[in-house]
């Protein structure tokens, strides 16, 4: 696709259940990113990617929390026992490489957690 | 951790109107970004700012990186409805934790009533 993508768009859970949330980069960008926006604030940096590894995992919030990324291209960012805490909007990012100043963000993900 | 004070949190603005809004830091940082935000979408780069004292326009928004590279500002010319978003200011190092952006909080901006 020509921009970056997101799925579901929506996803309402009950608290303690767990959810993946899935992001498709622009093809071809190696650095992918995940950020999580609360309503009404800024985002929130959570991890990131350069190909399939993730030298960066400090914004993580707990341990809860986990991402992939399998053949340089789609993420998954899992949540376990999801809490109503967790509720947010998750945005997912890519830029051409790491070095590369400009990051092209998705619709983003909204997250409910009853 | 670093943070990225934006101000004001929200403005009320009428056509024609030229707005302003600023973001402030602690901390320094390499790069500074404008990003605006429309319901239901994510953020979408308006400016990048690489260099301390720099000006840049882009259209009708022209933004400035502070010379102590702790601050930046956007103004936007001749205000139109389709203005109306949230705009965010972003901190970026770029030779640390992979370009991860530090963000505002944002400035809600809305059509006066």
């Known amino acids: 696709g020509a921009g970056v993508s997101q799925s579901p768009s929506n996803k309402v859970t009950e608290k303690g259940k767990d959810v993946e949330l899935r992001c498709d980069p622009i093809?071809?960008?190696?650095?992918l990113y995940w950020y999580r926006q609360s309503l009404g604030q800024g985002l929130e940096f959570l991890i990131y990617f350069q190909g399939n590894s993730a030298p960066d995992k400090s914004g993580l919030p707990s341990d809860r929390f986990s991402a992939e990324r399998t053949g340089g291209s789609v993420s998954t960012l899992t949540i376990q026992r999801t809490q109503q805490e967790d509720s947010a909007v998750y945005l997912c990012?890519?830029?051409?490489?790491?070095?590369?100043?400009?990051?092209?963000f998705g619709p983003g993900t909204r997250l409910t957690v009853l | 951790g670093q943070q990225l004070n934006q101000s004001p949190q929200s403005m009320f603005i009428q056509e024609g109107e030229d707005v302003s809004m600023n973001c402030t830091s602690s901390s320094i940082f390499n790069t500074w970004l404008w990003y605006k935000q429309d319901p239901g979408e994510g953020p979408v780069l308006l400016i990048a700012l690489y260099k301390a004292g720099e000006l840049t326009s882009n259209g009708r928004l022209t933004a400035q990186f502070g010379i102590t590279r702790k601050d930046s500002f956007l103004n936007i010319s001749a205000s139109i409805p389709s203005d109306v978003g949230i705009y965010f200011c972003a901190g970026q190092i770029s030779k640390a934790a992979g370009n991860k952006l530090t963000f505002g909080g944002g400035t809600r901006v809305l059509v006066k009533p």
């Open positions: 093809s071809g960008h190696t650095a």
């Open positions: 990012a890519s830029s051409l490489r790491v070095a590369s100043l400009g990051q092209f």
